[in-house]
């Protein structure tokens, strides 16, 4: 069983461009989220997506959007890139969308904007 | 709004002993509590899921246990071993947003041989 695989592993971007991570979810899972953490801080929500439809989102401004394809991977796409998008970026996909579904994470992608 | 709380924020114990993590959250209108790993650099490893009708959860030498009423959880590691030593992260999914895990900003773990 493959579990959730993100790339790339790591990347740095200059401020006011624009930026693309993958994930792919575990095998079996329909349902992904990203969240965003900074050093030192837990991870913080940024949305969810559900049979390729975004079905929750955190406190975070439109610049971050995302997709989700038909074999239920997904990618982040951040736009106008700020000094304070440095951080790691996590993906995990569960079973489904119900709360009781455990997530499983990947090992994320760290991010650098200069 | 939900907020999580860890303390302490780092721990320092040598190896074989008997420690306990602590979290505590603000609303106790859950659908359950997740305990992760973190090792540096990396993603989040799930230990423990206890859901809200549950008192505690157990695998190996680890115990989580949850007082919803209280809003708190703790976790026991038995026999801590240098390879424990990580970032431990406690998660509640609220009913209020259930989309989401609202994560505390973590104990820093540290095993001394």
């Known amino acids: 069983e493959t579990g959730v695989t993100q790339s790339p592993t790591h990347l740095i971007k200059t401020r006011g461009q624009q930026v693309t991570l993958r994930c792919s979810s575990q095998?079996?899972?329909?349902?992904v989220s990203w969240y965003q953490q900074a050093l030192g801080q837990g991870p913080q929500f940024i949305f969810q997506y559900y049979r390729e439809e975004e079905n929750g989102r955190g406190n975070f401004p439109p610049r971050f959007s995302g997709l989700q394809f038909p074999n239920y991977s997904s990618e982040l796409n951040v736009n106008a890139l700020e000094l304070d998008d440095s951080a790691l970026y996590l993906c995990a996909s569960s079973l489904s969308d119900s709360p009781n579904s455990p997530l499983h994470f990947g090992n994320g992608t760290r991010l650098t904007v200069t | 709004k939900q907020e999580v709380t860890q303390i302490p924020a780092a721990l320092s114990v040598p190896e074989g002993e008997n420690l306990v993590l602590n979290c505590s959250f603000t609303?106790?209108?859950?659908?359950?509590l997740q305990w992760f790993r973190q090792d540096p650099g990396k993603g989040l490893t799930s230990l423990l899921l206890?859901?809200?009708?549950?008192r505690e959860q157990t695998s190996g030498r680890l115990n989580a246990s949850l007082d919803k009423s209280s809003g708190r959880s703790t976790l026991y590691i038995a026999a801590s071993q240098p390879g424990d030593s990580a970032t431990y992260l406690c998660?509640?999914?609220?009913?209020?947003?259930?989309?989401?895990?609202?994560f505390g900003q973590g104990t820093r773990l540290t095993i001394n041989p």
């Open positions: 609303d106790s209108a859950i659908y359950n």
């Open positions: 206890i859901q809200s009708s549950q």
């Open positions: 998660a509640v999914r609220g009913i209020q947003g259930a989309q989401k895990l609202v």
């Open positions: 095998s079996g899972h329909n349902t």
